[in-house]
């Protein structure tokens, strides 16, 4: 994790030159935010803790998000702006950037149909993360599946303890195209049909084993 440590010294240095933009000296790093970043890849990790430390210390909405960043922080949007909010009120000091025309205060406003869609997009969020969390347990019950593994490695000359990878890139392959699963029996079917279109595709030649007549 030397990676992470050394982004995050950069970041304090970052931040502690932006030190005359903010006064405000900490915050509590809720459980959910610990549980959503550890559902992401190092790089959406990396600019999901960016966009929370920002709109914490400096009051920035991130605009950049991309991926599972962002539905990571959507997921976390009303904790986040509840605990600025919080500081705002508590303190009186704005930590959000205000270039004029200020926009006026939204107490007692109805809800805006972008408020309405980031509700929906959180929703989604947590839709996708739980999502993931059960390929997570399917993939670990494919592990007892002996019978099954067999006949895929025979059917596809696999070589040998290649399917746990490929298991990992049809994970990845479901976060951009989201299929629910019923059953178990329904993610293997899947994930068996998938093997078999991928391999006509040629994109899981580096699992299989060399054939005759081949250098």
Same mark, same amino acid.
């Given at each position: 994790? *030397?990676?992470?440590?050394?982004?995050?010294? *950069?970041?304090?240095?970052?931040?502690?030159?932006?030190?005359?933009?903010?006064?405000?000296?900490?915050?509590?790093?809720? *459980?959910?935010?610990?549980?959503?970043?550890?559902?992401?890849?190092?790089?959406?990790?990396?600019?999901?803790?960016?966009?929370?430390?920002?709109?914490? =210390?400096?009051?920035?909405?991130?605009?950049?998000?991309?991926?599972?960043?962002?539905?990571?922080?959507?997921?976390?949007?009303?904790?986040?702006?509840?605990?600025?909010?919080?500081?705002?009120?508590?303190?009186?000091?704005?930590?959000?950037?205000?270039?004029?025309?200020?926009?006026?205060?939204?107490?007692?406003?109805?809800?805006?149909?972008?408020?309405?869609?980031?509700?929906?997009?959180?929703?989604?969020?947590?839709?996708?993360?739980?999502?993931?969390?059960?390929?997570?347990?399917?993939?670990?019950?494919?592990?007892?599946?002996?019978?099954?593994?067999?006949?895929?490695?025979?059917?596809?000359?696999?070589?040998?303890?290649?399917?746990?990878?490929?298991?990992?890139?049809?994970?990845?392959?479901?976060?951009? =195209?989201?299929?629910?699963?019923?059953? =178990?029996?329904?993610? *293997?079917?899947?994930?068996?049909?998938?093997?078999? =279109?991928?391999?006509?595709?040629?994109?899981?030649?580096?699992?299989?084993?060399?054939?005759?007549?081949?250098?």
């Amino acid at each position: 994790m *030397r990676w992470l440590k050394n982004h995050l010294y *950069r970041l304090i240095n970052k931040q502690k030159q932006m030190i005359k933009e903010t006064k405000r000296k900490g915050f509590n790093f809720f *459980r959910s935010y610990f549980d959503v970043y550890n559902e992401l890849g190092d790089a959406d990790k990396l600019a999901f803790i960016d966009a929370l430390l920002n709109r914490q =210390f400096l009051g920035i909405v991130p605009e950049n998000l991309t991926g599972m960043a962002k539905f990571a922080y959507i997921s976390q949007t009303h904790n986040i702006n509840s605990q600025v909010k919080g500081y705002e009120d508590k303190t009186g000091v704005s930590l959000t950037p205000c270039l004029p025309p200020c926009l006026p205060p939204t107490h007692g406003v109805v809800t805006t149909p972008t408020e309405q869609v980031i509700v929906i997009e959180k929703e989604k969020v947590i839709e996708v993360l739980l999502s993931i969390k059960q390929i997570d347990n399917y993939i670990l019950e494919l592990k007892s599946q002996h019978q099954f593994l067999d006949a895929l490695y025979m059917t596809y000359k696999f070589k040998p303890k290649t399917i746990g990878k490929i298991a990992n890139l049809f994970k990845e392959h479901l976060k951009m =195209f989201p299929k629910q699963h019923e059953t =178990f029996l329904d993610f *293997r079917n899947h994930f068996k049909s998938w093997i078999g =279109f991928e391999t006509k595709k040629g994109n899981l030649g580096e699992f299989l084993k060399h054939q005759k007549g081949e250098l």
